[in-house]
């Protein structure tokens, strides 16, 4: 098999090999041009030893970050190339770094640390596709398998078992007997993994293409870092509008939102209020008033000790909490909305209404759909007519307001808020002497 190396992996290669040294791409490299996918980076094995690697690109910018490690990092046209010593590994006491390393001279012992068998192949011009442990085979029959004993693969480093389901997730690939079972029964060795390292993961699972099979199936593995799951697991809805229970319509709604890191997150929790906010009237019916707003609060709190960023932490708890309001297409609600919420999330809390709608059951499914594109369209119409829905678009500000002597901030502010609601309204029209004229009156 020949692959189509870039420039600059071919260079690191040639220059490593001209100088006697061995030197292989590795790594997701490989896999993904295997696949047909554009790598999103390139690594690199080598026998030469870091302060080799580092004289053999003596002319070029070099970093010893991993030094320790056997890793230099190479610039080359402003983009790091990681080239690295092949080499040992040996205890890993934290779950997560080995406490030494020892270099080696051989590749298929750099090789065999490594996770999966499809992570675990080398490729260059001279020696074509280096792959002892049937890398390419699980590669065409979609399968993700540990490189020797799975069990030992996790106790090194407890986040493989994360890679493994996110691997799973985006490649649509299904997991070996022998690696599935060692992932249930470790799974709570991710206690000790930052959470830093399970957000990155988190989200790139949940933007797989097969993430509903993987959330469905390692829902128990998910619980070690999200414990407030537990509680959808199983439970019944009660409810015409919905056939599944609540983590079962959860992961539908998952799977029916757009690949978006904030939006697939979003439906992974739109609904975990709903456990602790159960009621039953007395048809014997359930219902789940205010589960969205303590849904967001608890998203919030989840959020938090992820350490995802606040930005999307505020984004993500906003969606949630008005996911279950029921919109109709008025302009005065939509501009009243759109006020409250500002333009990109409102289309994102439709698309997150769309996809809620489409994991409940077909009762008045059809037409919860029908208004909900109702109000979509009113929307647009909206925006595109260019009306006024918040305080910027009004054509008055504060300047007017002191020139016709109001001169408190608070009343200038209270005054400029009842004249948008006049707009928005319908009472005043968004015009200059109106308003000016609304304000002298008030």
């Not at 068998?117 to 398998?145: E, H, P, S, W």
Request: aromatic share 8%; proline share 3%.
């Amino acid at each position: 098999m020949r692959l189509v190396l870039p420039y600059n992996a071919r260079f690191i290669i040639d220059r490593l090999q001209q100088s006697g040294y061995t030197c292989y791409a590795v790594g997701g490299c490989v896999r993904d041009s295997i696949l047909g996918r554009e790598p999103a980076d390139w690594d690199f094995t080598t026998s030469a030893l870091p302060e080799e690697i580092e004289r053999v690109f003596s002319d070029c910018r070099t970093l010893n970050f991993g030094k320790q490690f056997g890793t230099i990092g190479i610039i080359l046209d402003n983009e790091q190339y990681e080239v690295t010593t092949y080499r040992l590994d040996g205890e890993y006491t934290d779950s997560r770094h080995p406490d030494s390393v020892s270099f080696s001279t051989s590749l298929q012992d750099d090789l065999s640390r490594r996770d999966f068998t499809i992570n675990a192949m080398a490729y260059n011009d001279t020696d074509g596709l280096i792959d002892y442990f049937d890398g390419q085979k699980d590669l065409k029959f979609g399968v993700i398998r540990c490189v020797g004993v799975a069990t030992n693969r996790f106790a090194e480093d407890a986040l493989r078992i994360l890679r493994a389901l996110r691997f799973a997730a985006t490649l649509g690939f299904s997991i070996e007997a022998a690696t599935s079972a060692a992932i249930l029964s470790g799974k709570r060795m991710l206690s000790a993994i930052a959470y830093e390292r399970i957000s990155d993961e988190l989200l790139k699972l949940l933007c797989g293409e097969k993430a509903d099979f993987v959330l469905r199936r390692y829902r128990s593995v998910f619980a070690v870092f999200i414990p407030e799951l537990v509680g959808t697991f199983d439970y019944e809805q009660n409810s015409k509008h919905h056939n599944r229970d609540v983590y079962r319509h959860t992961v539908a709604a998952v799977s029916n939102i757009e690949p978006d890191p904030l939006l697939r997150t979003t439906m992974l929790f739109h609904d975990i209020g709903k456990p602790l906010s159960h009621t039953t009237d007395r048809h014997g019916e359930s219902h789940y008033y205010n589960h969205p707003i303590l849904g967001a609060a608890m998203a919030e709190e989840i959020l938090r000790r992820l350490c995802m960023p606040r930005l999307f932490i505020n984004d993500v708890s906003t969606l949630i909490r008005y996911h279950d309001v029921r919109l109709k297409p008025d302009p005065v609600v939509i501009k009243k909305l759109l006020s409250k919420l500002g333009v990109e999330t409102v289309r994102r809390l439709y698309k997150v209404q769309r996809a809620d709608i489409l994991a409940q059951s077909m009762y008045q499914r059809e037409e919860k759909l029908r208004n909900l594109s109702a109000v979509e369209a009113e929307t647009e119409r909206i925006l595109s007519a260019g009306e006024c829905y918040n305080l910027k678009m009004l054509e008055i500000n504060g300047s007017d307001l002191l020139h016709i002597g109001i001169t408190s901030g608070e009343e200038i502010g209270k005054t400029l808020d009842t004249l948008l609601d006049k707009v928005i309204s319908g009472e005043l029209s968004n015009e200059k002497n109106i308003l000016i004229a609304a304000a002298k009156a008030i």
